[in-house]
């Protein structure tokens, strides 16, 4: 069983930061992505931001810029660092990994509960 955990979500002004966490916990034997997406009241959940076991990175058009994706591989953790806090960022932030439990398993999704991010005017 695969567990994600996120942290560091919040209530800031506009033009603030604030940085996100979410640690991978359980049974993992590799992880392929983890990623950041977001939903906003009446909207569908939109990708953030996204960084492979490779480092490549790939991000949001609305966010390219402001937000930075990083990892700690030996921790399973991703990190989501958000610069310049626009009101229209506001929503919960989903945490999201792609893993294989074990060495036969197959590539699975996984997602964590969800952060509330509120950014004030």
């Known amino acids: 069983q695969v567990q994600l955990v996120e942290s560091g979500g919040g209530l800031v002004q506009a033009g603030g930061s604030l940085r996100l966490s979410c640690a991978a916990s359980?049974?993992?034997?590799?992880?392929?992505?983890m990623g950041w997406y977001r939903q906003a009241p009446g909207k569908q959940r939109e990708l953030v931001a996204r960084i492979t076991r490779g480092d490549t990175t790939n991000y949001a058009d609305s966010v390219r810029g402001r937000f930075t994706i990083s990892r700690a591989s030996a921790k399973n953790t991703v990190y989501l660092q958000m610069n310049i806090l626009k009101p229209e960022d506001t929503a919960v932030y989903y945490c999201?990994?792609?893993?294989?439990?074990?060495?036969?398993?197959?590539?699975?999704?996984?997602w964590g509960q969800g952060t509330q991010v509120t950014v004030s005017s």
């Open positions: 999201n990994a792609d893993l294989r439990s074990d060495s036969s398993s197959r590539l699975s999704t996984y």
């Open positions: 359980g049974s993992i034997f590799s992880i392929n992505a």
